[in-house]
Structures are given as C-alpha cells and as structure tokens.
C-alpha cells in the first residue's frame, strides 16, 4: 500500500531494540507505514494533552487550555455550562478509569464465566489445574473446602468437599461479583487490615464490579458530579473493583485452570520466529483462546500437517499480554511488545497472527495487506473493519476445535509467503513466572538450606525498596528507552522490581530477565541477594491483570511484619514509564489507593487543571498514603523512586 505519512521517522531514533530498529527500516524500504512514521508527522492535541477539552455535549467542544503566561490572579476558565477546566480534567480522568477498568473486568468476566463451565464440566477443554489455588481463595468467597460428615460409628469426620462442588460455589460467587449492586466485593478484605479499614472509613470499598464503572459514566454525564474531590473517589471505587476485584478474580481463575506460574525459562524477541517454520503470533490479552491455541500447536496431526505443506514445524509466540499468559505458564517464547506488532508482520514470516482484545491496532490490517500474513480475530467484541481479516469466533464449548481451525488457517497461508522472509536474529534468554507464590517461595521463607525472608533484607538494607514497574510502550517514547532507563536506575539503587506487561517484555529483550544480570546491573546489595537465591533482579509476574499479583506481593510483605502496618508503610514505589492505555490509568489509580506512590512517564492529561493536579499529585497523600506523580525524564523519574523509597525507610527507623 501507498505510505500515507509524508515524513518518516528515523529508526535508531525511534527505539533502543535493535530488532525493532532493523524491521522499521524494512518497513520503510518496503514502503509500508507504521506507528512511527504517523507519530512524526501527527503531532498530538495541546488542549487535550491537558485534559481540559470537553466533549461530553454537542455544545462543545469546549477548549480551556492553560493560557501561555500561565494563570494571573483567579482562574476563570469556564466552558459553556460553566465546567471549571477541574472538572472537565477530573470527568476525562474518571473516564479513562472506567474505560480502563472495564475492559480488565469484562476480561475477568469471561475468564469467570468459563471458570463456572469448566466446573460444572461444561467443556471437556478446561479443567481444574491448580487445586491447591482453589483451595486458598475459596475461604475469601466464604466457600467452605470441608464437609462434616457422619463417620461409621456415628462420629462426626471432617472431609474434603469434591474439587468441581467447591470450584462451582466459587465460580458462582465470582460471577455474582459483578452484578453485586450493594455490600462489599469479597477481595477487598485481603488487603492489610489497615488499608481495608481506610476504605471502609473513606467509604470506597466497592459494592460490586459494574456498578461502580456505570457510576463513574453517570456522574461524568454533562451536569451531574461538578465537585473532582468526589469524582476522584468514584474513580477510587472503580478502580478497587479492578485491582482488587475484576483482574484479580481474572488472574486467580486462570491460575486454578491453566496453572499458577512459576519460574521457568523463555526467549523473547522477533529473531524467535523461524523462517522454515510456520509462524503464529498470538496477541491481545485473554488466555483462553491461547492456552487452547497452545495445545492445538502441539498435536502431532497439526505438526503433520505444517510438514506437508513443506514447513518443519510450528512456532507459536506471543505479543503484548497475551505473550505473558503463555510465557509465564508455558515457557513459550514472545515476539515482541505492544509497538512491536506492526514489524513482526513486516518479518514477512509470520503466517498468521491470531488478535483477542485490547491493544491490537488497527493498523496490522494495512500493514498485512502488503505481506502473506492472516490476521484472524477471534473475539464478537474487537473486529477491525477491513475486507483482509478473518474472524474464526471462539466459543469456550468447541475451545479446541476453534483452536484447531485457526492454526489450519495459519498452515495454509505457509506456502503464501512473498519468498523469502527477512527474520532479526535478536533474542534473549529470560526466567520469568513469579507469581506472588513464587515470590514467596523464592523470598518469603527457606530456600536452598538459608533463610531469606525478603523483609530481612529490607530492612537490613541489602535490598532498599521495591519497585512496580509497568505498563505500556507509546508511539510519542523513544521505544523501550524510558522503561530501560528507569528499571536500570532503581537495579543500581538495590531497588527490586516486579514488573508486568510491555515493561516485562523491554527488561526481557534487554537482558534483565536473567538472574546473571544481577551482578551486571545491581547495587552490591541486590546483587548479593539474587546471586545467593538465583532470581534475576526483575521478577517477571505476568499480564496486565496480574498487576493484582503485585498488590498481593505487598500485601504478603506487609503481613510479613517489620515493615509496618499497611502498604502505604513499605519502601515502595510504582512506575509507568512509557503508558498509553486507559488501563493504566485504573491500575495508577488502584495503585495510589492502595497506598502507592506512583509515578507517569510521557505525560498525563491533567496539567491544564492544576488545582485537580494537586489533588492527585499531592492531597491524596493525605487521604491513602499514596499519590500520582508525572516525571518524564526516566533518571528523574527513577530519583524520584528512590527518594519516596527512602522517606519510607527513615519513617520506619531503618539505616539509623
Ligand atoms: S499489553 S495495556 S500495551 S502493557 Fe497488556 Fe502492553 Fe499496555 Fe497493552
């Protein structure tokens, strides 16, 4: 197809991956367009980069932007109805948080729904893998796991109640979280006693999934909520019923059916696709259809069939979160990150490239038009409009079948390709699937014959703090660069990181996933605690969703004991370097309430309402012990970390 940007962007200017650098140019020699060339020559919107354009009538838009001198004594900035440019802010914030919070949770919802088929032995494709996973949350649904039963002499047994009865009742319940319409969602008790107690006081604990996300549209709704303080503690209750409710019900769900990860060793990056192999990609984020498409890749009849069609084989990689789910519990390799998907498409090699839901542009159609590549879209809710892609809908009760005929697809399109692909050889080797579990097997208690609580080295100082470092790649970054940088900074200040989507996926193709890093990259301290243990530096835990498995870490730290009472004690901080997604706006803001300071690369939309900024960036403190900030510079945004980190550590008498 005709390149429709007039300017191009520069490759090495446009990431620090070499992979991406090499199929950038090649999409520019072959003339196809992609993200970064539409980034130089569209630049953003000024009004809406601050947050205080407003659309939500037809008598708008109406546009406050900041005037150039700044504001000169009262701020009178009005819309037509007289929204304050606070309002217009907080009502486009709320927004994004609902929208951000509601596709996690529809996420969780079907993973739910699926969950109560497979227990009710509605499918024969999914079961129950992690047992043991059931047993430890079923208490947080008030689900017994025992039954009293009449022993042979009339004496009373207690017994175990059959798997699937329990796994029913908590499918159930999860499923019921939803629609709840009052009480409290059961997860936000399993947050520290502290913090449950603080929502309680402050009123935000949800009542039930939906019914905050449909709160925050009425409220944003031209002339309803007129008052940011309040429209912030609606986004408060959404944004609990994300983190603590719908992602992690999602991430507790998949973990019972396709297991709870735990450390195993993977490759990432495009040189993991083989050119003599058929190559599918996998990509969005839900792992019921992957999980399904892993098996089906596997069956030798499939294997068979990509030999006749003159292949040696299938390679099955994952992109964007999607990649996570079968990274963390398969080991399979991962092609790339979000602004990746494009340029694996560019490979030439990739033959099929299978899309769910969430951070799939649009743009792959256009870009597979000039190559072989089949885009299959597989989910009723995300179709992309262009007569090239094929949409093989996924039904839970046919999980295989529908699995089987999306790499017969992919099989088919192997003698397609235009001759010969051009496939980077950049990879690396990572250990990634540090569930909270692992976490604490690996940190939390004996291991290896020693003792090496991950509290002890906190507080003796070996470790510093801990980092949450996630989120996003974005076209108006330098491509990895802002996540290399951050993470690299906070490794040499002995500040662990735990990190999840395209962050894990930049530290992965940059080395940081192995546990020799750690004597490259870390302060003498860190790197003494990995080497002795064996992690890398880096925990890899998962997808976007398990963003709930770094809440549960810290909670597990907390309950630990010696580091406070509440997660708002810890020396911790959270970090988005590069974000882009309405998501991570709902995960910032679960993450701030939870008690996190957590800090926004690239920018925030906001700025142009500088008293609801101050709110976010500075009065929440006051009320959760956590706050927004919006740093773009990575080695400021790192300092600015560490300094939380350590105001943390003296409040708690640490290095007296
Ligand atoms: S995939 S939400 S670009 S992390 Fe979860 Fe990456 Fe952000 Fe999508």
């Not at 009373?156 to 699937?164: A, C, H, N, P, S």
Request: glycine share 10%.
């Amino acid at each position: 197809e005709e390149s429709a940007s007039t300017k191009k962007a520069d490759p090495k200017a446009s990431s620090v991956d070499i992979a991406t650098i090499q199929m950038l140019a090649k999409a520019q020699r072959d003339n196809v367009e992609t993200i970064f060339d539409r980034a130089v020559s569209m630049k953003p919107c000024n009004i809406g980069e601050q947050g205080t354009c407003c659309k939500i009538c037809s008598q708008g838009p109406c546009r406050l932007p900041l005037p150039k001198k700044g504001i000169e004594g009262k701020d009178t900035r009005k819309g037509l109805c007289g929204a304050t440019p606070e309002t217009i802010a907080a009502r486009n914030f709320a927004r994004m948080v609902a929208a951000g919070a509601a596709a996690h949770s529809d996420h969780g919802r079907g993973v739910a729904e699926v969950f109560l088929t497979a227990a009710r032995k509605g499918t024969h494709d999914y079961g129950i893998k992690d047992e043991q996973k059931l047993l430890e949350i079923a208490p947080d649904f008030e689900v017994p796991t025992t039954v009293i039963v009449d022993g042979p002499n009339g004496e009373k047994i207690e017994q175990m109640r059959d798997i699937y009865d329990i796994a029913e009742e908590v499918g159930v319940k999860a499923l019921g979280q939803w629609g709840q319409q009052d009480g409290e969602i059961y997860n936000a008790k399993r947050a520290p006693k502290a913090r449950y107690e603080l929502w309680r006081k402050l009123d935000v604990v949800p009542r039930g999934i939906d019914r905050e996300i449909v709160e925050i549209m009425h409220r944003t709704h031209m002339g309803v909520d007129q008052d940011y303080h309040n429209i912030v503690k609606q986004c408060t209750r959404a944004a609990i019923g994300d983190g603590w409710g719908g992602s992690m019900i999602a991430t507790d769900l998949q973990d019972i059916m396709f297991g709870t990860p735990y450390p195993t060793q993977g490759e990432i990056n495009l040189g993991v696709l083989k050119q003599d192999h058929v190559n599918i990609i996998v990509h969005g984020h839900e792992p019921l259809l992957s999980e399904m498409i892993v098996v089906a890749s596997q069956l030798p009849d499939m294997v068979d069939y990509a030999k006749s069609k003159g292949a040696h084989g299938i390679v099955l990689a994952g992109m964007c979160c999607t990649a996570n789910e079968i990274l963390c519990r398969h080991g399979l390799p991962i092609a790339g990150n979000y602004l990746q998907q494009e340029l694996a498409i560019v490979t030439g090699a990739v033959d099929a490239m299978v899309v769910d839901v969430q951070c799939i542009m649009e743009n792959i159609a256009n870009v597979a038009d000039c190559y072989h590549t089949k885009i299959i879209t597989t989910n009723p809710r995300a179709m992309i409009e262009s007569g090239h892609t094929t949409h093989i809908e996924f039904d839970e009760h046919n999980a295989l079948e529908d699995a089987k005929k999306i790499v017969k697809t992919a099989i088919d399109n192997f003698p397609n390709r235009h001759g010969e692909a051009m496939i980077p050889s950049a990879k690396e080797k990572m250990v990634v699937g540090f569930s909270y579990e692992a976490i604490n097997y690996h940190l939390g208690g004996t291991f290896r014959g020693s003792y090496w609580p991950l509290n002890d080295n906190i507080i003796n100082g070996r470790i510093r703090g801990i980092g949450g470092v996630v989120g996003c790649n974005n076209a108006r970054s330098m491509h990895d660069s802002a996540h290399l940088t951050v993470v690299k900074e906070l490794l040499k200040n002995d500040v662990i990181v735990l990190t999840t989507g395209c962050n894990a996926m930049a530290c992965g193709k940059a080395g940081l996933l192995s546990p020799e890093s750690a004597k490259v990259f870390c302060g003498p301290g860190l790197a003494e605690v990995c080497e002795t243990v064996g992690i890398p530096p880096v925990l890899h835990m998962g997808s976007c969703v398990d963003n709930s498995r770094i809440l549960m870490a810290a909670t597990q730290v907390v309950k630990a004991g010696g580091l406070g009472k509440d997660i708002s004690d810890l020396p911790a901080a959270g970090s988005a370097p590069e974000w882009m997604s309405e998501k991570a706006i709902s995960i910032g803001h679960y993450f701030v309430v939870s008690g996190v300071y957590t800090v926004f690369g690239v920018g925030l939309p906001v700025t142009g309402a500088p008293r609801f900024q101050k709110h976010l960036f500075e009065e929440l403190e006051g009320i959760y012990g956590g706050m927004w900030d919006m740093i773009v510079d990575p080695y400021e945004h790192a300092q600015a970390m560490i300094r939380h980190i350590d105001k943390k550590r003296a409040a708690l008498g640490l290095d007296k």
